[in-house]
Structure formats: C-alpha cells, structure tokens
C-alpha cells in the first residue's frame, strides 16, 4: 500500500531517483532549460526551488547563515561549477520574487512511447518571454477605422518630397 507517499517514485530506487535529480537540477542551473518527461519535470521542481530559495537573501544573513546555505546547497548538488552559477546569477535574478521560480511548458507525447513531454525552465531567463511586448487589448471594433489609413499618407508624403527634390 501507498498510504501517505506523496512524492513520485519515477520507477527507481532512492539512490537512483536521487543522483537523477541530482544531476537534472544541475543540468537545468547550468542551461536555464531542459527537455524531459512530466513527471521528471515536476519531481525536479520540488527538487530545485527549496535549493533556490536557499541561496536567495545571502546579504541579509550572517556570514555562518550563508556558508551553511553553501554547504547545504553543496551537499544536494555535489558540483561546483552550478554552486556558483546558482549563488551567482541566478540568486541574483530571482532576489525579487518571492517563490515559483520554474517554470513547466507541456510540449506534447514522445514518438516512442507515447510519454508526455514538457520544457522546464527558470523563469527569470526566458529571454523570449521577457522581450516579448505586452498584447494590447483587443475590442470588436472594426479594424477598418482611420488607424492604418492615417499612417499611409505619412509614409508617402517622404518619398514625394525626395522624387520632387531630383
């Protein structure tokens, strides 16, 4: 019975499920974005915040406070190299936001299996999404109004007066 087991087991052992994580949060710290299942998308992602949340605020804590923050980010981890990318840029990004910092895009079935796919991505370095312009509002007025006709005459009025000028 699985009364009170809340987490996916993904069909592996503790140590397995474990390094798996393990290494796709570094994975995903290192690349900002990774292509996997669903289900590992959403195990990742109780995986990776509580370490993100960790390394938040390390200028509002005392020197022991963020050196424990390192040895515990450390000890999930084990690399260097996404220590410092995550007490780096990344805590330097998400210092604002109070929480959710991935983010997960459902892209559909694998070909081979039939199993669901989904991007997982931290939020704050989808640079698609940060450039992208605010939609403006739609209404149900025509679109034939003076908008577009009002633009045209002054594009043309330039080219007249260059033709005028040979």
């Not at 989904?118 to 908008?147: H, Q, W, Y």
Request: contains cysteine; positive net charge; proline residues 3%.
């Amino acid at each position: 019975m699985r009364h009170g087991k809340k987490f996916n087991h993904l069909g592996r052992t503790a140590d397995h499920r474990r390094a798996m994580l393990a290494n796709m949060a570094i994975s995903l710290i290192m690349h900002k974005r990774i292509t996997t299942t669903l289900a590992k998308a959403k195990a990742l992602k109780k995986y990776v915040e509580p370490l993100i949340t960790r390394c938040k605020d390390e200028n509002n804590k005392t020197k022991e406070e963020a050196m424990t923050n390192h040895r515990v980010v450390f000890r999930y981890l084990q690399n260097k190299e996404a220590l410092k990318e995550l007490f780096g840029a990344v805590a330097q990004k998400v210092g604002e936001r109070p929480g959710g910092y991935t983010r997960i895009i459902k892209l559909g079935t694998r070909q081979g299996d039939a199993a669901e796919i989904a991007f997982i991505e931290l939020v704050d370095f989808d640079e698609n999404m940060l450039k992208a312009p605010k939609a403006e509002k739609k209404t149900r007025r025509s679109r034939r109004s003076g908008g577009a006709k009002a633009e045209a005459p002054a594009e043309a009025a330039p080219v007249a007066e260059e033709a005028k000028a040979e």
